[in-house]
């Protein structure tokens, strides 16, 4: 059913689980892009890069992504043809990935060969309400009448979440309701309706053009056309997004089918029959009903037609003679016969993917155009060089993947320009000297022009720019010292280009946010130079020199004052020793040395990292203390075989995921400590080197499950860790799973099953012990079940021991008995109850009892500490020595 809640749920997901894969994609609106478009999109986001020939795309993704663990959401199915077009199917993708698909058909589900399928439920009567009212009150104190009017509401959405939302906006008007009393309760649309018709009559029009023509485009773009058509945009959207008949993500118009459709229907009015009384044509069948009839009509304002299973090869220009106040036009796959001196002159959007002719022929009127998309042309050139036409309105103009362009215009003769794009223009050897004159211009992308030998020094000259990114132009080799002259510049990306060297102007960028030159190391292989400090770069926030043959010596200077930097990336160069200041850095949150074959030390590390990843650096025997990083979240320091020591790794309690494997020298005492000190709280795993399971976990069987009774002692449990001795056959690769565990109770009849969010499991012929954390709040222990809990690490590993070790809470406490410091610690891990206060002598096991949720109380003795209360390990006492009351870990073990 539309608007119960399917692309809500599949985004949920993919939010919550996107950190955890290789790359991720989510196509919104499947059925509404073409079979070029999707595969696009689908290779730039998984590999994260905008610079990709765009030819052969069936082949680009089942050779690119073969071995990548990817999730991917394909959001409104409506045809089996089109989604099979697209060649996306799990043998697309490495193991491990996922594809989540939204529909409304069941069959077209199964034809995709789903494995489960999921139908979601209207919401209940309390939920409605809820969500009603999130929507509705405006105050905090409402109104009694207010609260009834909810109530009312609720019942007539019939627990629709997309009705409630819309209709919940406008309930402070009292004819709403009103209008709600003489809808069916079975019709949505007319429901919706009520929301359209409170807007004015320019506002009404932005919605009919979303709903039609530009759901999924590009925000800023859509706002160019619509103000083109004096359609005041940014007042118009803020209204529509305020009523939740349009959403906005990653800067795309999004808007549920339900509005959409709701948006065509008025459209057709009354006329259904005559499509060429429609205000818009978006539909293909009456769209070539009404050129190939030559029936077209002063009403028609916008049209659409896409063409890309059957290419519309057979239409006359003259067709569109009669369509006078035609604003809006989209074409994809069409070829129009005649001359164009007749066509609509008013157009203020042009749209036409793969263009057919290798210019545009001088007789289009294009004057009042303000947008301009002509990707995947078979443009040489736009215009004539003699003829080129002045488009003093055009402020967008794309012209990506045309891979036969050789020229660009003549830019002088499009002054306001705003926005260009050359994306894989394979063809392109130069930019016109008179991009200079466009002092408006904030973005160029030339990525991918791999031709592209030399920038003009006019371009250096643009005030305005914003965004310049070159990667990919792999005969680019320098850029000029003018480079400082782009005061407005915040983002330049040069990635795999030939350039050898920043210019020392770069310092001059005062508003530079991110810089980025991965994998320029020119054709010697030598290694990048940056002739100049860092520390004058006050707003750079993310800094990429991955694979640029740093050594020590060539480190920037000053590389630790970047007081705004919060993504560092060092990947595949040739430093020995890191002695820069990396805790200088305060608001760091991404750093990655990854690869660094000769690396063997490295100084510090800032407070603020979230994320650090040292994977295949063997040389490397130390990390800097970890000990303060208390925020961070993952920690990967895989294949390094000669890592020693992890300074304060054993102390910090909520690390999501650590990844240690074949980190073979790491001490055992040591390594246990690190099991020990992780927290409940977190809900990734530790990967890590071990050869049997820690002697303190309570429960351990020889197989890959366990079978045991809840202890009447333990009251309230709130968790169980699991850990779990593994080996493969193989040595390295990655597994088809990330561990899974299932419960099973004996003593009822219900069975749980789950994935702890854990990345997917390396495999090596070596033993290693997974241990991952998991909440009661998922399987609902009590005392005195008897349960099963079983291990599945799929058939390419193999599990050799597994152990199982509870966590609990005290019953009967009294949470305003604790003191402040203890209440922190509590909401970490969102525990509610008390936990009896522990005296200052035994504060080494403070933290770790805290975070475990652990009910302990400690006495002094002559040689030690006696428990006095139960333990949750295995029911037995634990002591420790005098001598050991500073490390921290091992009075539990």
């Keep these: 059913m539309g608007g119960i809640g399917k692309t809500t749920l599949a985004k949920a997901a993919y939010n919550e689980f996107s950190d955890r ?76 990935s996922r594809i989540i698909i939204t529909g409304r058909d069941q069959h077209l589900l199964d034809l995709c ?154 459209v057709r009015g009354t006329s259904w029959k005559d499509p060429e009384k429609w205000s818009r044509l978006w539909d293909p069948v009456d769209v070539i009903y009404v050129l190939g009839n030559y029936e077209g009509t002063n009403a028609t304002e916008g049209l659409s037609l896409k063409a890309e299973v059957t290419p519309v090869d057979n239409l006359e220009v003259e ?51 303000v947008v301009m998309d002509m990707q995947h042309s078979n443009l040489k050139r736009l215009w004539d060089v003699q003829k080129q036409p002045q488009l003093l309105e055009l402020k967008y103009l794309d012209l990506s993947h045309s891979i036969q362009l050789t020229d660009t215009p003549d830019f002088s003769l499009l002054p306001n320009l705003k926005k260009l794009l050359l994306i894989n223009c394979e063809s392109l050897v130069e930019v016109h000297n008179s991009i200079g004159t466009l002092h408006k211009l904030v973005l160029i992308n030339l990525s991918g022009c791999t031709e592209l030998g030399e920038l003009s020094l006019e371009l250096y000259s643009l005030k305005s720019l914003k965004t310049l990114i070159l990667s990919g132009c792999s005969k680019l080799a320098r850029l000029d010292d003018a480079l400082g002259d782009l005061e407005s510049l915040t983002t330049l990306k040069a990635d795999n280009t030939g350039i050898t060297q920043i210019p020392s102007s770069t310092c001059q960028l005062k508003k530079i946010e991110e810089l980025s030159f991965e994998g320029c190391k020119g054709s010697r292989q030598a290694a990048l130079s940056i002739p100049f400090s860092l520390n004058r770069l006050c707003c750079l926030k993310t800094l990429r020199l991955s694979f640029c043959n740093l050594s020590d010596e060539w480190v920037p200077e000053n590389l630790g004052s970047l007081s705004c930097l919060e993504e560092l990336d060092l990947r595949g160069n040739n430093f020995h020793n890191l002695q820069t200041d990396f805790a200088g850095l305060e608001n760091l949150q991404i750093l990655r040395v990854d690869g660094c074959s000769k690396l063997k030390s490295m100084f510090s590390l800032p407070k603020t990292l979230r994320s650090f990843s040292t994977t295949n650096c063997p040389m490397l025997e130390r990390t800097p203390d970890l000990s303060e990083c208390l925020v961070l979240q993952s920690l990967h320091l895989r294949n390094c075989y000669n890592l020693v020591e992890t300074p304060g790794l054993d102390k910090l309690k909520t690390v ?91 003593t009822k009849s219900n069975v749980w099953s789950r994935n702890p969010a854990t990345d997917m499991i390396r495999m090596y012929r070596e033993k290693h012990i997974w241990q991952g954390h998991f909440s009661n709040e998922d399987f609902f222990l009590e005392t005195g079940d008897q349960v099963e809990v079983s291990v599945d690490f799929g058939d390419q590993v193999t599990i050799l021991e597994t152990g199982l070790t509870l966590a609990y809470r005290e019953a009967n406490t009294d949470i305003s008995d604790i003191d402040n410091e203890l209440v922190i610690e509590q909401a970490k891990i969102d525990l509610p109850g008390k936990i009896k206060r522990i005296e200052p002598y035994s504060n080494c096991c403070y933290d770790y009892l805290v975070s475990h949720g652990l009910s302990f109380g400690f006495q002094e003795k002559e040689r030690g500490f006696e428990e006095t209360s139960e333990s949750v390990l295995s029911g037995s006492s634990h002591y420790v020595k005098d001598e050991e009351k500073d490390a921290t870990m091992d009075l539990i073990s």
């Design 319 to 369: 067709a569109f003679s009669e369509l006078k106040k035609l604003r809006l036009l989209q074409l994809s796959h069409v070829h129009l016969k005649g001359n164009y001196k007749l066509f609509p002159k008013g157009l203020q959007w042009l749209c036409w993917f793969k263009f057919p002719l290798d210019s545009v022929p001088t007789d289009l009127y294009l004057r009042k155009l």
């Design 656 to 746: 999501g995921v650590i990844h240690m494997e074949m980190c073979n020298r790491i001490p055992n005492t040591y390594r246990e400590r690190i099991m020990q000190g992780w927290a409940v709280g977190a809900n990734g795993g530790i990967f890590i080197p071990g050869s049997s399971l820690p002697n303190w976990v309570s429960f351990k069987n020889e197989t890959y499950s366990i079978s045991f009774t809840v202890p009447e002692t333990l009251n309230h449990v709130v968790g169980f860790t699991v850990w779990t001795l593994y080996a493969s056959q193989k040595n390295e690769g990655m597994s088809k799973y990330s561990p899974n565990i299932t419960l099973k109770y004996k």
């Design 113 to 266: 060969k789903t494995e489960k399928i999921y139908s979601p439920e209207t919401l209940n009567s309390d939920d409605s309400l809820k969500l009603v009212r999130l929507h509705a009150f405006r105050t905090s104190e409402p109104s009694k009448e207010l609260l009834q009017l909810s109530i009312k509401l609720a019942e007539y959405c019939g627990g629709l979440p997309l009705a409630m939302e819309v209709l919940g906006t406008l309930l402070f008007k009292e004819s709403t309701l009103e209008s709600l009393k003489s809808v069916p309760n079975d019709n949505i649309q007319a429901k919706l309706q009520i929301s359209f018709d409170a807007l004015n009559e320019v506002q009404k029009d932005i919605f009919l053009d979303i709903s039609c023509f530009f759901i999924g485009m590009d925000e800023d773009n859509v706002s160019c056309i619509l103000d083109g058509c004096k359609f005041f945009a940014e007042s118009g959207l803020k209204v529509l997004k305020n009523r939740c008949l349009i959403t906005v993500r990653d800067n795309k118009l999004m808007m549920h089918d339900l509005s959409r459709d709701m948006g065509r229907q008025i």
């Design 21 to 96: 894969f290789d790359g991720t994609c989510f196509l919104e609106n499947f059925g509404e892009s073409s079979k070029d478009q999707l595969q696009q999109k689908l290779l730039s986001h998984i590999l994260r890069r905008d610079d990709l020939g765009s030819n052969n795309l069936d082949h680009e993704v089942r050779r690119r992504f073969l071995k990548k663990r990817v999730l991917v959401v394909i959001d409104d199915v409506k045809d089996f043809t089109h989604y099979n077009s697209i060649a996306i199917d799990s043998s697309c993708f490495g193991p491990g």
